[in-house]
């Protein structure tokens, strides 16, 4: 058994909630004022995602700012942004326009969010 | 001279929002005055995602939310302008606008929308002692230079104030490879979303320190340390808990003020509390043709809810320029705010010149749990709303209905009362 303290952020209330966990199976939540804590709760600590947005360079100087398509597990945010670091991509980039096919390994692509030079 | 029906002054979230609305209510004539070199206003440098939930359904991240608006301006073909400034608006609404390209030009506009956005409070109105040296952003100083610019202004950072763009910069920082060192915030609360101080501090464990402010910053020609300090009940250093944080950025986020030079110039008369001007039910500034909203009528924490207002800016300076809005007859209803309401937007309104419902936007001036927000013409409670907490962070609304009026009748005043709730009174957030 384990416990793990989280802070809701389903709205300003930010319950803090205590999750117990048998191995990977949540044994219960409490400390929460409202459903959205507990399922919150429940995704947060057996599979912790977010959607990473950073910049990559442009060949001919200047930035383009860049998300991942989707959420990615969290432990994989700085493998990405790493990655995203050493890429430099040609310009013009258009908004929409896959920078990186598969980021981190996910499988997940990292599409461009604004218009380059 | 130029002659046009409508210029809207700002090509951010606001004024996209506002042409659009304008347009699709039959005004041609549009002309938007953007100061950038490109429209979209601060969503372009707000790179992060969780825009337009409420509008699209969908979270976005800045730029891509204010495409969608470029957009459909670009498919109504409405004219814009950027890289041009606006000098001075007479109440008369003649504008100067200042280019490159064109010099000084003047522009005789039938109505006006001003939606210039806001700007962020200085070093200077912070009363940080200290020297002055290069090393001091504000954080949306560093957040254009990082996401449009592609420069990091440092690498070792503390951030005073933990509004959202400080949370949001102590994560983008962070990606860049700096090391955020600590949060200082002077109240005992946020002014960030929870969910900002979990994705942005907590995911990469930056301390939040509440009551503490910097008191001493080292350095003469670059930042070297601030000395952080714990505050008490009346935000007063309290000696001999002083920590020293070497760095060589200080970022601050220390509170947004709406942007109304122009405003003031034209001789609008002005709201104290929210720093914009005061409007009523059609969002009708003292100057009647002249129109106001998004960042620079109050400051706003959803981008979504400044294109609704700004829509709503839109159809009634349409509605104006075609002659179908009713003239003042009376001052209109004051919509006063008590119980630790700051303020409201509008803070006047007329039933007669209502032709849709209005919905009345106001902020707390403290942290307050397990409360209701009711609405009353004059002692008759009309709705009440549950809260379990409200916050100054979060901007609540009420919806007022033309039925209310014909239901109950003029009221002297509209009153939007903060109550406190029963102790077991423990239902959850809902409408009564």
């Given at each position: 058994m384990s416990n793990r303290i989280l802070t809701c952020i389903g709205c300003p209330m930010g319950c803090t909630l205590q999750v117990e966990m048998d191995g990977q199976i949540v044994k219960s939540?409490?400390?929460?004022?409202?459903?959205?804590?507990?399922?919150?709760?429940?995704?947060?600590?057996?599979?912790?995602?977010?959607?990473?947005?950073?910049?990559?360079?442009?060949?001919?100087?200047?930035?383009?700012?860049?998300?991942?398509?989707?959420?990615?597990?969290?432990?994989?945010?700085?493998?990405?942004?790493?990655?995203?670091?050493?890429?430099?991509?040609?310009?013009?980039?258009?908004?929409?326009q896959v920078v990186l096919e598969n980021t981190a390994g996910t499988g997940i692509p990292v599409v461009a969010t604004s218009f380059s030079k | 001279m130029k002659q046009c029906d409508l210029v809207i002054v700002g090509g951010g979230p606001a004024g996209l929002a506002a042409a659009i609305a304008a347009k699709k209510n039959g005004?041609?004539?549009?002309?938007?005055?953007?100061r950038d070199e490109k429209l979209g206003g601060i969503l372009n440098q707000c790179i992060h995602n969780g825009f337009g939930l409420h509008t699209f359904h969908e979270e976005l991240t800045g730029p891509e939310y204010a495409y969608r608006f470029i957009q459909m301006a670009e498919e109504l073909e409405i004219p814009y302008m950027t890289g041009s400034m606006v000098l001075d608006i007479t109440p008369e609404k003649k504008l100067t606008v200042i280019n490159r390209t064109e010099g000084v030009m003047e522009i005789q506009a039938k109505s006006v929308i001003l939606a210039m956005g806001c700007r962020e409070r200085p070093r200077g109105a912070l009363n940080i002692p200290g020297y002055r040296p290069m090393g001091i952003y504000s954080a949306g100083?560093?957040?254009?230079?990082?996401?449009?610019?592609?420069?990091?202004?440092?690498?070792?950072?503390?951030?005073?104030?933990?509004?959202?763009?400080?949370?949001?910069?102590?994560?983008?920082?962070?990606?860049?490879?700096?090391?955020?060192?600590?949060?200082?915030?002077?109240?005992?609360?946020?002014?960030?979303?929870?969910r900002n101080i979990v994705q942005c501090l907590d995911d990469f464990g930056i301390p939040l320190k509440l009551s503490h402010t910097v008191v001493e910053i080292k350095g003469k020609q670059k930042l070297e340390g601030v000395t952080l300090a714990r505050v008490d009940e009346h935000n007063r250093p309290i000696p001999g808990t002083e920590e020293y944080y070497a760095c060589d950025t200080l970022l601050l986020?220390?509170?947004?003020?709406?942007?109304?030079?122009?405003?003031?110039?034209?001789?609008?008369?002005?709201?104290?509390?929210?720093?914009?001007?005061?409007?009523?039910?059609?969002?009708?500034?003292?100057?009647?043709?002249?129109?106001?909203?998004?960042?620079?009528?109050?400051?706003?924490?959803?981008?979504?809810?400044?294109?609704?207002?700004?829509?709503?800016?839109?159809?009634?300076?349409?509605?104006y320029i075609r002659g179908n809005m009713e003239e003042k007859k009376s001052q209109g209803i004051p919509v006063e705010t008590e119980g630790g309401i700051r303020y409201s937007v509008p803070s006047v309104v007329e039933?007669?010149?209502?032709?849709?419902?209005?919905?009345?936007?106001?902020?707390?001036?403290?942290?307050?749990?397990?409360?209701?927000?009711?609405?009353?013409?004059?002692?008759?409670?009309?709705?009440?709303?549950?809260?379990?907490?409200?916050?100054?962070?979060?901007?609540?609304?009420?919806?007022?209905?033309?039925?209310?009026?014909q239901e109950y009748g003029r009221p002297e005043k509209i009153r939007i009362v903060l109550e406190q709730a029963k102790q077991d009174d423990r239902e959850v957030n809902g409408n009564e």
């Open positions: 939540v409490t400390g929460n004022t409202c459903k959205r804590g507990d399922t919150y709760a429940r995704k947060e600590v057996t599979d912790p995602t977010r959607i990473v947005t950073t910049t990559v360079r442009l060949k001919n100087g200047g930035v383009v700012s860049v998300k991942t398509k989707e959420d990615i597990p969290k432990g994989k945010i700085l493998e990405c942004v790493k990655e995203l670091k050493q890429l430099v991509v040609e310009g013009p980039v258009k908004i929409g | 005004i041609n004539d549009i002309l938007i005055v953007e100083t560093a957040q254009r230079l990082v996401n449009v610019d592609g420069f990091l202004p440092g690498k070792e950072v503390v951030i005073l104030g933990s509004g959202d763009i400080g949370l949001i910069m102590a994560r983008r920082m962070t990606l860049e490879g700096a090391k955020v060192k600590v949060v200082a915030e002077l109240m005992p609360y946020s002014g960030g979303l929870k986020s220390c509170g947004l003020i709406p942007e109304n030079e122009l405003s003031r110039e034209m001789g609008i008369a002005m709201n104290p509390v929210t720093n914009g001007p005061v409007v009523d039910e059609s969002l009708e500034t003292s100057i009647p043709g002249v129109f106001v909203c998004g960042n620079v009528l109050h400051v706003h924490d959803l981008v979504d809810f400044v294109s609704e207002e700004a829509a709503v800016a839109g159809r009634n300076a349409a509605d039933p007669e010149r209502m032709h849709e419902p209005v919905k009345v936007r106001f902020r707390v001036g403290n942290v307050y749990t397990n409360c209701y927000i009711s609405l009353y013409l004059d002692d008759i409670r009309i709705q009440r709303k549950k809260r379990q907490i409200v916050t100054p962070g979060e901007m609540e609304e009420m919806v007022l209905k033309k039925e209310f009026f």
